[in-house]
């Protein structure tokens, strides 16, 4: 599917996954740090991280206002789209950071993640867990709710499931040759994934949670502690 051997790694990149790893090993050799101080850290970084990747699309709930979300999700009854979406969101991302070696990379696997995080979400009840099956191309719309423009044309419903088939194997080829970096695997698949856009919404939340997955089973451990959002 892809060309590999046209990848250009510029000396920027090597940089940057150079510093990256120095900072996966300097975690490793931390040893295993207080329960209470990594229980901490990982509840202020989930906040963050949910709180964050849901403004991205739109939400308008604070940081304060979805930790007292958070703090109340038994009720598993939500009024808002916004809570629907963080509801959702933190879920999935519980689920990633206790059964993340559980969990295989494939399409049913995908499928059952995007089912999760718009679990809370009623809007989405009819599409939740399969891809798409009308046009989602990104587009640019003005603080009036108007278009303005599309961003980018996304993969068509048709070339979905065949695109999909493509990248899911191809990362599993990758990770089992071991020849390109896993930083640069995850990279590829989530520019790829969303070029794609294989599913009618939620997928720039999706492939946020994707790539916490993809870089756990990588071996990057402080991923649970830090906010990629």
């Known amino acids: 599917m892809f060309r590999t051997e046209t990848l250009q790694i510029t000396p920027e990149v090597l940089g940057l996954v150079a510093r990256i790893d120095e900072f996966k090993g300097a975690w490793r050799a931390l040893g295993t740090l207080a329960p209470d101080r990594l229980s901490s850290l990982r509840r202020v970084a989930t906040i963050e991280s949910i709180g964050s990747s849901t403004r991205i699309e739109g939400s308008k709930l604070s940081d304060r206002e979805v930790e007292r979300l958070l703090s109340n999700l038994a009720i598993q009854k939500f009024e808002t789209r916004d809570e629907q979406e963080v509801a959702g969101y933190a879920e999935l991302m ?11 990379f494939n399409e049913n696997h995908i499928k059952q993640l995007h089912q999760v995080l718009l679990q809370h979400s009623q809007k989405d009840e009819w599409h939740r867990g399969n891809y798409k099956t009308g046009s989602n191309s990104v587009a640019a719309f003005d603080e009036n709710g108007r278009q303005i423009g599309v961003v980018f044309e996304t993969a068509t419903p048709f070339n979905t499931p065949r695109l999909m088939s493509e990248l899911v194997s191809w990362v599993s080829d990758e ?10 695997i995850v990279a590829i698949f989530v520019v790829v994934f969303l070029e794609i856009h294989p599913f009618q919404d939620g997928n720039g939340r999706l492939s946020r949670v994707l790539t916490t997955l993809l870089l756990l089973q990588a071996g990057y451990a402080y991923v649970p502690y830090s906010s990629l959002e």
């Open 175 to 184: 990770r089992e040759k071991a020849q390109l970096h896993p930083l640069l």
């Open 94 to 104: 519980d689920l990633m950071f206790s059964s993340w070696h559980e969990i295989p």
